[in-house]
């Protein structure tokens, strides 16, 4: 909660951070309908150390459609430090009974709903230590689900881990006898073995396709049964990346339907590149500026394209006298390297939208 | 175009009408002196097109001092088949006549017509100015305007853009002055003339600036806020670990102890000093006793001594008296030696005595005998001389006077002969018996008379004859003679001589007196050096002398034969002086002696005596006692005392109180440290917690993220007009290029004439004209003159060559477009130097294949190789009809 989006448009920003309460909301409600015994948040609820009243009130009223146990630990970009999110909100008042804020490491009882929660929470931004290791020789009432809840990177797994540090060891539901660990910090949905599980983040926030957007349902019959995850989407918009690379006509006509073809309400990048006619070229920025209509926020970047007249093109500017001459020179200069042809592409765009112009008030 | 004829009248000094006929095609060179009129015609030409015919600005044209003179202008030329001819009248009666071919045309309409063949216009009001008059202006140049291009170029301009004309046309009517325009103006939205970022461009900037600033603010707060977060962390934990122990209780328990060691120490302390205090004084108290004591003890020392002393004194006196005897016979026995010595010398003296007298006494009798005789000599010498000297005296004579005699005796002589020689001789011879009386003389027989004067010759019987003598001088010269004789005479008296040979002997008699005496002087001198009184008075006191020898004699003893020598006797006499000094001294010292030794007896007697009584009395022994006892039992009381002083510094020692101190300061100071530091600890994270829970309400991050979004947009909004602008002045500036090179392209024809005329000059050179057609830039090789350069900045000479072949080209270029191209140069290409003046000559040459050239000079040398025969105003003015 409190991320900000770069490189957005600020009503597009607002509306993605606006997401990420509705996504709560949405987790509170299908929990309700589920009817599940809690909701485990694995760290990272807040992404920074410092944020408006506001926003802290909102995120805790958001938890209202579930009335059960909301269980949450600090990550390390809202770490247990002497100062923080926690202590912020606390002395708010903002965080409900039912939302059970674990700031120390330890094992927590709810022996009424069946589970004890042994809690690693980040009283350090990092920490090179493995916080999970004391959960191996941890007691907890016999009859009790041992469900572990932690916040780091499991060691040995993809090689582009979002941190190095706060290290987790891939093994410790099985050295510490648990019967679900719960992991927080990757963003996407991941499972590391049958008792171990990141959950990812429940609304998607970047364009790395690795199945964010996801909630998990775990159900859990027995002490030492084995879980049953079921990933459920909860995520409203889905964050797509095209490239299109253009060289003959039809090439455009592909790049416009594939375009035409995205989800509505999606966040969208896309990248074209090679070459154009004018007419195409025309027909791209009317399609894109259709989508940016449709999508929930659409980011075109167009550097890499060059616009080449042809010889219909030319002839329908009517450009005469040395005007001709102009776009001869501009042409020529689009062949070049860098931003000298962009700065060419950009400039033989304008001057065939002013001709254009131009002989549209002529013929009037 | 072709000039014909021009006729003038009532212009400046041509009153009477003047006609320049026949003009030819190509170049019509008119040469005159200063004055001839060269201008004028120029001027009149000028008039005739650029002023209106009503005009009142052109006094100018009257001929000098005719206020009623009405300058008139008629020319004819040729174009395009017809002939044109002109009529003006200026001033009074003012009118215009223009015919072209047979239609006839009248005033305004006329000069307007002319106005649109040559391509100039008329002044509003007042005379006519360079401004308006277009292609003439250009052409038609006045005295030393050659050089100057610009002006006249500019105000061509129109004329010469639209001769050039249709095709530069073609330029401006395209499209893309327009989009030049609409361009400009969205650029000028975000751009300003020179390139700076202005409107929503430049806001878009500093925008991001002003956020980078914010965000670098921001960050800065946000690192802050987590260092204060940190530092709270780490306060708290070190307050857990520290502070709750308390440690500093150890550290005052600590304190309490050493203090309570140290008060026991110092309380020996005092007890200590309080001892030493006894003790110093029982030590004070010792010292007197002991002193007295001491007293004591050297007082009987002292009696002791004086025993002794009164002992030694007395012998010393035994010793002196039994010296007494010895030394008075020493004395006795020194003192009859002395006696007898004394005897002896006085006896030796005396016999010495009478040795040396005798021998005095004979010698001096010798001596005055021989004295004596010399004295009598002396006396005798002296009354010789005396005699002599009486001689002398007598004889003596004044030598000067003497002289001055016989200069007397030798004029008396001269004067004779004089008077002789002067004097009449009278000779008698009488007969015997007869006399005669010359003068008072009566003469007879034979003789001579020598007649110095008148003189009466009587002659008896007969009568008297009177003889003068000749010369007055005679009477003065007798008067001489006597005067002469007079002083000889008297000083002969003087002398008392009576003749000079008598004083002359004197004379002699007087040398040999002189000689005489000196000789007996001398003689004298040697027996009596010092005078014969002294001679006698010595005599007299040896006589005396020898008396006195001979008294004394009387007195002294005779000579003793065996006596000792006075040498002798004085050594003894010595000897026996010292040895009885001696033995006075030794009987002197000895009395001495005795007379201290009595003195020193009885006074160590005395002293001895004084001190026993003292110390014998009984009062003496009892202090004596009483001090000893004191002494004793002080000695035992500070003996005691000090072993007390003694143990209790060492128990002092042993409790070490300065490490008590230390202790004592140590423990404090860290108790102090402790409470201070949990103090001061408590207050940071008192302050800190207030603080951060103060910022964290304030969002910062949230803040942060916010001005983030906000100066990426502006960056994105920034880059778009970043490319917008770039696109925007690449087009404006390719339009701009590509339209200047084809109007380079148009100006082509003009650049073709001016390189034609201008290679004639400099060859390889070019001209280059810019977009108004004015010449800009002369390029050249660098050996053919002064390299490149601004038309402006050349020389002189060099502008007004230029000036000439602009002029041709634009001529050129008009005549190509169909407008007649008069040229007319009044007195051009003065400064030009020979070899490019004949240059220029063939560019004229060639330019007047092209078009009718009027040149006006005042140096017709210059031109004679033009082509042309050259027309003489002056001949013209003579040949008026």
């Known amino acids: 909660m409190g991320r900000t989006y770069r490189g957005f448009a600020a009503e597009d920003a607002a509306a993605l951070s606006d997401a990420r309460f509705k996504v709560v909301e949405r987790l ?23 944020l408006s009243d506001r926003t802290i009130h909102r995120t805790f009223n958001a938890l209202a459609a579930f009335p059960g146990p909301w269980i949450l630990i600090p990550g390390n970009h809202d770490a247990a430090l002497a100062e923080s999110v926690w202590t912020q909100a606390a002395r708010l008042r903002a965080i409900p009974e039912n939302a059970h804020v674990l700031l120390k490491s330890g094992v927590t009882e709810f022996a009424k709903l069946g589970f004890a929660i042994l809690s690693a929470p980040l009283t350090q931004r990092q920490t090179h230590d493995d916080l999970t290791a004391w959960f191996d020789t941890a007691e907890t009432p016999s009859g009790l689900l041992r469900i572990g809840l932690a916040h780091g990177s499991v060691e040995d797994q993809l090689p582009e881990a979002a941190d190095s540090s706060n290290p987790i060891a891939s093994d410790r539901a099985e050295s510490a006898r648990l019967d679900y660990l719960a992991l927080g910090d990757w963003h996407g949905t991941k499972c590391i073995n049958v008792r171990t599980w990141y959950s990812g983040t429940p609304e998607q926030e970047r364009f790395k396709d690795n199945s964010a957007g996801q909630a998990l349902i775990v159900e859990i019959d027995h ?3 084995e879980p049953k995850v079921t990933p459920r989407p909860v995520g409203h918009h889905r964050w797509i990346k095209l490239n299109q690379h253009l060289t003959v006509a039809s090439d455009l006509e592909q790049a416009l339907q594939a375009l035409n073809a995205l989800p509505v309400q999606s966040v969208v990048d896309i990248t074209v590149g090679g070459q154009l006619d004018l007419t195409g070229f025309e027909h791209l920025q009317q399609a894109l500026s259709a989508a940016t209509g449709r999508q929930r926020s659409l980011v075109a970047h167009l550097e890499a394209l060059r616009v080449e007249p042809t010889e219909d093109d030319l002839a329908s500017l009517q450009a005469d006298g040395y005007v001709g001459d102009v776009i001869a020179d501009l042409r020529e200069r689009q062949q070049a390297e860098g931003e000298q042809a962009e700065t060419a592409r950009n400039a033989l765009v304008i001057l065939a939208g002013m001709l254009r112009d131009h002989r549209a008030e002529v013929a009037k | 175009m072709r000039l014909d004829y021009l006729h003038l009248a009532e212009v400046k000094q041509f009153r009477r009408p003047l006609h320049l ?15 001839s009129g060269k201008s004028t015609l120029v001027d009149a030409i000028r008039a005739a097109f650029f002023e209106r015919y009503k005009s009142s600005s052109v006094n100018y044209l009257q001929p000098w001092g005719d206020s009623s003179g009405a300058p008139e202008v008629e020319l004819a030329f040729d174009w395009q088949g017809e002939r044109w001819v002109l009529n003006k009248r200026f001033l009074n009666r003012p009118r215009c006549d223009l015919k072209i071919g047979t239609e006839l045309f009248s005033d305004t309409d006329a000069e307007d017509k002319l106005a649109e063949l040559f391509g100039y216009q008329f002044a509003g009001k007042g005379a006519s100015r360079p401004e308006v008059q277009g292609i003439p202006g250009l052409l038609w140049v006045q005295q030393g305007a050659i050089q100057e291009i610009r002006g006249p170029v500019g105000h061509a301009g129109d004329q010469l853009q639209s001769a050039l004309g249709t095709s530069l046309g073609e330029v401006a009517s395209s499209a893309g002055d327009e989009l030049t325009d609409t361009l400009e103006k ?48 780490r306060l708290r934990k070190e307050r857990e670990t520290i502070d709750q122990a308390q440690p500093w209780r150890v550290e005052r328990a600590l304190v309490e102890e050493a203090q309570k060691h140290l008060e026991k120490v110092n309380g020996w302390r005092t007890e200590q000093q309080q001892d030493q205090a006894t003790l110093k004084d029982r030590e004070r108290s010792q010292k007197l006793f002991r002193e ?52 002896g010398a006085t006896q030796a003296r005396q016999q010495a005595e009478r040795v040396r007298l005798q021998a005095e006494y004979d010698a001096l009798t010798a001596g005055l005998t021989i004295s004596r005789k010399a004295l009598e000599q002396a006396r005798e010498l002296q009354k010789k001389l005396a005699r002599l000297r009486e001689q002398h005296q007598a004889n003596a004579i004044d030598e000067k006077a003497l002289a001055k005699l016989k200069r007397y005796r030798s004029d008396l002589d001269k004067l004779a002969i004089r008077r002789e020689s002067l004097a009449t001789r009278v000779q008698f011879d009488l007969l015997p018996g007869k006399s005669l009386a010359i003068g008072d003389e009566s003469v007879s027989g034979k003789g001579e008379r020598l007649l110095l004067e008148a003189t009466e010759l009587a002659i008896p019987k007969v009568g008297t004859l009177r003889l003068q003598p000749g010369g007055t001088d005679i009477a003065a010269l007798v008067r001489e003679q006597e005067h002469a004789q007079a002083q000889h005479d008297g000083l002969l008296a003087r002398l008392n001589i009576a003749t000079l040979a008598e004083g002359e002997q004197r004379v002699t008699t007087s040398e040999d007196l002189t000689s005489q005496i000196e000789l007996e002087a001398a003689r004298l001198e040697g027996i009596a050096p010092e005078g014969v009184d002294a001679l006698a008075v010595q005599c007299d006191l040896d006589d005396a002398q020898l008396k006195a020898l001979s008294g004394k004699l009387v007195n002294l003893p005779e000579v003793v034969p065996d006596a000792a020598d006075e040498a002798t006797a004085d050594a003894a006499l010595g000897t026996a002086q010292t040895k009885l000094k001696a033995a006075e001294q030794a009987a002197a010292d000895l009395n001495r002696d005795l007379a201290m030794a009595n003195q020193a007896a009885a006074t160590a007697r005395e002293e001895w005596e004084r001190l026993n009584n003292e110390l014998e009395s009984s009062e003496h022994k009892a202090r004596t006692k009483n001090a000893n006892d004191q002494l004793t039992n002080l000695n035992a009381e500070a003996a005691s005392l000090l072993d007390a002083i003694n143990a209790r510094q060492q128990q002092i020692d042993a409790a070490q109180p300065d490490v008590l101190q230390q202790d004592i300061d140590r423990h404090t100071r860290s108790a102090e440290a402790m409470e201070c530091a949990a103090s001061e600890r408590k207050q940071a994270i008192d302050r800190l917690e207030a603080k951060l829970e103060t910022l964290g309400e304030q969002g910062l991050n949230e803040k942060r ?33 590509k339209r200047q090179a084809l109007t380079r392209q148009l100006q082509a024809p003009l650049q073709k004439h001016l390189d034609h005329y201008l290679n004639l000059l400099f060859p390889h050179a070019s001209l280059t004209v810019d977009e108004n057609l004015m010449p800009q830039m002369l390029t050249r090789q660098p050996t053919a003159g002064t390299g490149n350069g601004d038309v402006e900045s050349l020389s002189y000479g060099t502008r007004e060559q230029m000036g000439l072949i602009s002029r041709l080209a634009y001529a050129d270029l008009l005549r190509e477009a169909g407008k007649p191209t008069l040229i007319i140069l009044d007195d051009a290409l003065v400064h030009s130097d020979a070899g490019r003046l004949a240059q220029m000559k063939r560019i004229l040459f060639d330019a007047a294949t092209r078009h009718q050239v009027l040149l006006f000079s005042c140096h017709p040398d210059n031109w004679r190789d033009l082509g042309v025969a050259a027309r003489d105003l002056q001949t013209l003015k003579a040949a008026v009809v």
């Open chain 1, 28 to 50: 509170a409600q299908l929990a309700t309908d589920e009817k599940v015994d809690a909701i485990l948040v694995a760290g990272d609820v807040f992404d920074a150390p410092n």
């Open chain 2, 21 to 35: 006929n026949n003009l030819t095609d190509g170049i019509n060179l008119f040469v005159g002196p200063n004055e």
């Open chain 2, 292 to 343: 007295q004591i001491q007293g004591f003890e050297a007082a009987a020392k002292q009696l002791a001594k004086r025993e002794a002393a009164r002992a030694r004194a007395q012998e010393q006196v035994g010793d002196c008296e039994a010296r007494q005897p010895r030394v008075d016979a020493r004395l006795a026995l020194a003192n009859t030696v002395y006696a007898s010595a004394k005897a």
């Open chain 2, 705 to 737: 993220d916010t001005l983030q979004q906000e100066v990426d947009a502006n960056e994105r909004r920034r880059d778009e007009l970043t490319r917008r602008t770039a696109a925007l002045d690449l087009l404006l500036s390719l339009l701009k290029d």
């Open chain 2, 186 to 233: 969205e650029r000028g939205q975000w751009l300003t003339r020179t390139g700076k970022q202005t409107g929503d461009y430049k806001a878009a900037i500093d925008a991001c600036e002003a956020g980078r600033s914010g965000l670098a603010d921001l960050d800065a707060q946000i690192a802050a806020y987590r260092a204060q977060v940190d530092e709270l962390g």
């Open chain 1, 223 to 225: 002490p030492g049964a």
